[in-house]
């Protein structure tokens, strides 16, 4: 994972300024929630099921050690080699020697968060493969040179003139009008059709590894993902370990609340189940399979205060919902995970020194937590995260030793009445004609955009004070 | 202690409900008026008012910043003094939000029994006047509000479910057009300290915030929280606009005398 | 090597876990209970079904017997593509269909790029989503459904569940645990994409049309009330 968090408050600022891509983005707050409310309002059991499916996921991450083993060993069952990866350079270099093995040259993908986040493209292309995104989002912004900016929308941020002009440059198909989504998506098509029948292996991520049966669970609209586990000789799954759920049933229930929740659909247009490679009658598919199970680091999470984000299924709501998300945008994160969920999981993939500005991009709104079709307190979450920031003293002192200053002036109401006694009546007397302040000294932050309300007079305990006196005189 | 104990201990004379009001920093700072109205209306509504005298702040500046252990002792502090009343009333979603969802969570033992207890009695305002202390027209002819519009802050509408209680108050005591903000259940960009951590977007939402109250033809932006309300009128006086703004309380009975949110006396 | 970290990632799993046997795991799962299913758009299976095949944007059509469906497929194809090229799984349902009355001549086996229409014959309907399930084997290749243009699907009234905890129940009575099928499929439509600016568009990569031919008696006001509840 290409980490710039750290830069992250430079680039939200930048992001606020490019107006045509602000304006895509509050499009998408506006009509993603809508369109989300609308997928589930028919339905009359969300907060039943989001419960069941939070106490599976517990349960099956209380239990990851019987569930993986139960996967691993119905998965080689089926025929499939289950590879165990530490960390994203070692998923990466599993996946090339696969790749050297079989003397592959050509490579095609479907969408895969997981190897975004080891970055596997570039590791194969470095190594002289050809890696071709096959998703129509992530095949233009890997046409672009771009990372995704939405876990579920790689591309939503980029304009259709943009798309248009970047296929006009990319594909050398001569003068052409190009003219709207559907010509678009046509000529991707086209383009993508060779890379299909010609691919030497498919990768693919998943949704679900069904410990029963040794199944992984693919969910699509463009069935391109199918199209890379059926059509090339070797097809090889990356995911991650806590992907694991015990049963069918348990992974098309969370269908119910996944898909709803990205996409606004029921279900998809495909939902695939794979077990491993070509049988013995099989007319086609893979001759043979591969299963990478990535860790990074989510071993440790399972181990952390931090259990609960590993039951994330990775749906996006929480970023379309996301006032901040929606603000600056997915690229503004530095990480592939952006948003919510991304503000919770980067620091703990990578570390709190280089990302702890993203626990602190939250307004606190719980927007994220309401809609999250996992049920994860997001906002706890990230809460619990500035206090790890705060105990290693990664925040700044001035707002450590400040936020302790005001915790123990609030704990002794005397000292604490005769300051705000003596501030608030002098505020009150420079700023009571214009009725707030255009500049404060250290509210800058506060007044560089808007006024500060002046106090209305006096506090409310001198008030009280002289009301109760004259009580008690009566 | 329980109230319906004490309620039906004397049928014939019911017991007036015994009320704590938690002023909250921000009002006892900045608008006393809205703890001023909040007693009036209390009282109206037949309860017995106390303002502990020990009261400070519930906390959320430091327990959101991730200091718990600074917070701590305040949260045991508000326990403390306010555990002994039938009910802790308090003007505010987010801070009746710290005592009923966050005390809980922060501490332990003993005291996150006591952190029950007492969040099982506390109420935000208008929760309280819709289910304990029911407000009801009275003789008084209703107040004239003209056009309001409502921002539901995010604590009050997510941990409190606060969404008719405050717009039923309006529509039973006042005469008023309440019309809706479009994407009223979106931040208005203060989020306590980040609009000091993010300035410029937090900017951005209390700007579209603004643009979509000034959009709905409303005079008057109302609402239940303090820090939302002083963001969006410090925002709205920036921007040039004088639409006025209001915490609830200060509605409800009527009270517009002096200068809303922001406003000048000159 | 690889044993080795195999070896340390499931210790670091195992240390995190609660350590509960196999036993105490499986009640306690069973303990949760199945999870809640959703009301079906209607009451009757079929008109669920057929409405969310359209709200998937699929078509529909309802037919009598086998006979009926081969003369649907028929005028499906001509009236798309002025022929009657069709390419079908070795299903032994799809070859003892009459389809020369029709004057259809399938070529059964796997759909190459270029081919314009593919059938396949539907192990199940599942009402809850608008969904068929097929699953890979020589009955119902793979390309069948994902390389051409437009993908035909017959599902018969008798092979449709309510919702997708039956659809298992009927996957595992079919299938036993040796002779698993590569892949199962749900499908729910035609191959889609929202990726450029939130339009919808058909036809990302697979079939840009989606067929599904009802066998079994479906009244005309059932398929009337279908359409009202997908909103045509």
Not at chain 1, 439 to 462: I, Y
Not at chain 2, 131 to 151: D, F, K, W
Not at chain 3, 123 to 131: D, K, Q, V, Y
Not at chain 3, 132 to 151: F, M, Q, R
Request: proline share 5%; hydrophobic share 40%.
């Amino acid at each position: 994972m290409k980490l710039e968090t750290s830069a992250f408050l430079d680039k939200a600022k930048e992001a606020l300024m490019e107006t045509d891509k602000v304006q895509i983005r509050d499009f998408i707050g506006l009509f993603a929630p809508l369109a989300r409310n609308a997928a589930l309002g028919n339905f009359d059991k969300f907060d039943q099921l989001r419960d069941h499916v939070k106490q599976v996921k517990q349960h099956t991450l209380d239990n990851l050690d019987c569930y993986l083993g139960q996967f691993e060993q119905e998965a080689i069952e089926n025929g499939n080699r289950v590879h165990f990866a530490r960390d994203g350079d070692a998923m990466n270099e599993i996946v090339l020697s696969i790749c050297q093995e079989h003397r592959a040259q050509r490579v095609i993908k479907g969408k895969s968060m997981v190897t975004e986040e080891t970055a596997l493209n570039d590791h194969l292309i470095r190594a002289g493969l050809e890696v071709t995104e096959t998703d129509l989002g992530e095949y233009i912004i890997q046409q672009a040179g771009e990372t995704p900016s939405h876990i579920v929308g790689p591309a939503l941020h980029k304009t259709m003139p943009e798309i248009r002009q970047l296929f006009l440059d990319k594909h050398d198909l001569g003068p052409r009008e190009l003219e709207g989504a559907p010509d678009l998506v046509a000529e991707a098509r086209t383009m993508l059709r060779d890379h299909f029948l010609n691919a030497d292996v498919g990768i693919v991520g998943s949704n679900a590894l069904i410990a029963e049966n040794g199944y992984s669970m693919l969910v699509t609209n463009e069935g391109n993902g199918d199209l890379c586990a059926n059509l090339p000789p070797v097809l090889i799954i990356c995911t991650t370990l806590d992907r694991v759920v015990p049963r069918a049933v348990d992974a098309t229930a969370m269908l119910r609340m996944l898909v709803p929740s990205a996409t606004s659909q029921a279900i998809t247009c495909y939902t695939s189940f794979y077990s491993g490679p070509r049988r013995s009658n099989d007319p086609d598919g893979p001759m043979e399979t591969h299963i990478v199970l990535l860790d990074n680091k989510r071993s440790d999470i399972l181990d952390s205060n931090y259990r609960e984000m590993l039951q994330c299924i990775r749906c996006g709501a929480c970023l379309n919902h996301c006032p901040v998300y929606i603000g600056v945008g997915g690229h503004a994160y530095g990480s592939v995970y952006p948003g919510p969920m991304g503000s919770v999981l980067t620091p703990l993939l990578t570390s709190l020194a280089e990302s702890h500005a993203l626990p602190n991009a939250c307004t606190t709104c719980g927007r994220c937590a309401e809609v999250c079709p996992a049920n994860i307190p997001l906002p706890d979450l990230l809460r619990d995260l500035r206090r790890d920031e705060s105990l290693q003293k990664l925040s700044p002192a001035s707002w450590r030793f400040g936020t302790k200053f005001h915790a123990w002036l609030a704990t002794h109401p005397w000292l604490y009445r005769t300051l705000t006694g003596l501030g608030i009546p002098l505020l009150h007397r420079l700023g009571r004609k214009r009725g707030a302040f255009r500049s404060l000294p250290m509210a800058s932050a506060w007044t560089s955009h808007r006024d500060f309300p002046t106090p209305q007079g006096r506090t409310f305990f001198q008030q009280y004070k002289t009301a109760d006196k004259q009580l008690d005189d009566r | 202690m329980s109230n319906e104990q004490s309620a039906h201990s004397s049928p014939e004379q019911p017991k007036r409900p015994q009320v704590a009001l938690f002023v909250t920093c921000l009002a006892d700072l900045f608008r006393p008026s809205v703890a001023l109205d909040s007693i009036a209306l209390l009282e109206q509504a037949g309860c017995d008012v106390d303002v502990p005298r020990l009261q400070t702040c519930c906390g959320q500046p430091g327990y959101n910043s991730g200091d718990y252990e600074a917070t701590i002792p305040l949260a045991r502090q508000f326990i403390e003094v306010f555990e002994s009343a039938d009910y802790v009333v308090i003007p505010s979603g987010s801070c009746a939000g710290m005592i009923k969802h966050h005390y809980p969570k922060l501490l332990q033992g003993e005291w996150r029994q006591r952190a029950l207890d007492l969040a099982a009695r506390t109420y935000e305002l208008t929760c309280f006047l819709t289910s304990v202390a029911e407000m009801r027209r009275g003789t008084a002819t209703p107040v004239e509000l003209g056009r309001v519009t409502y921002h539901d802050s995010c604590a009050g509408l997510r941990e409190l479910a606060i969404k008719e209680q405050p717009r039923k108050l309006l529509k039973e005591l006042c005469h008023t057009d309440l019309v809706e903000l479009e994407q009223t259940e979106v931040c208005c960009g203060f989020g306590g300290a980040f609009c000091a951590k993010m300035p410029e977007l937090s900017t951005k939402m209390s700007t579209d915030k603004v643009d979509s109250a000034i959009a709905t033809g409303a005079q008057i932006i109302a609402g239940g929280d303090l820090g939302c309300l002083m963001n969006i009128a410090g925002r709205a006086r920036r921007m040039g606009h004088d639409i006025e703004v209001r915490h609830i309380a200060e509605l409800l009975l009527g009270d517009r005398d002096g200068p809303g949110i922001g406003e000048g006396t000159g | 090597m690889t044993d080795s970290i195999r070896s340390f990632i499931m210790g670091k799993i195992r240390r995190a876990g609660r350590g509960a046997s196999v036993a105490q795991v499986s009640s306690e799962l069973q303990s949760l209970g199945p999870a809640p299913t959703p009301s079906l758009i209607s009451e009757s299976t079929s008109e669920s079904f057929i409405a969310n095949v359209l709200i998937n944007k699929g078509t529909v059509e309802c037919v009598s017997d086998r006979s009926a469906a081969v003369k649907a497929v028929a005028d499906y194809l001509y009236q798309r593509f002025r022929s009657h090229k069709l390419v079908a799984g070795n299903d032994s349902r799809l070859a003892a269909m009459p389809w020369r009355e029709a004057g259809v001549l399938p070529r059964f086996g796997s759909a190459e790029n270029g081919d314009a229409a593919g059938l396949s014959y539907a192990r199940l309907g599942i009402a809850e989503t608008g969904s068929i399930v097929t699953w890979t084997g020589k009955s119902c290749p793979a390309t069948n459904n994902l390389l051409v243009e437009d993908h035909i699907v017959i599902v018969e009234l008798a092979d449709l569940v309510t919702t997708m905890e039956l659809a298992w129940e009927r996957i595992h009575q079919h299938i036993g645990k040796q002779d698993k099928p590569r892949g199962i499929n749900f499908i729910s439509g035609p191959s889609s994409t929202a990726d450029i600016e939130g339009k919808l568009v058909m036809g990302a990569h697979g079939p840009r049309s989606w067929h599904v031919i009802l066998i079994g008696e479906v009244s005309g006001s059932s398929l009337e009330k279908a359409r009202q509840l997908a909103g045509q």
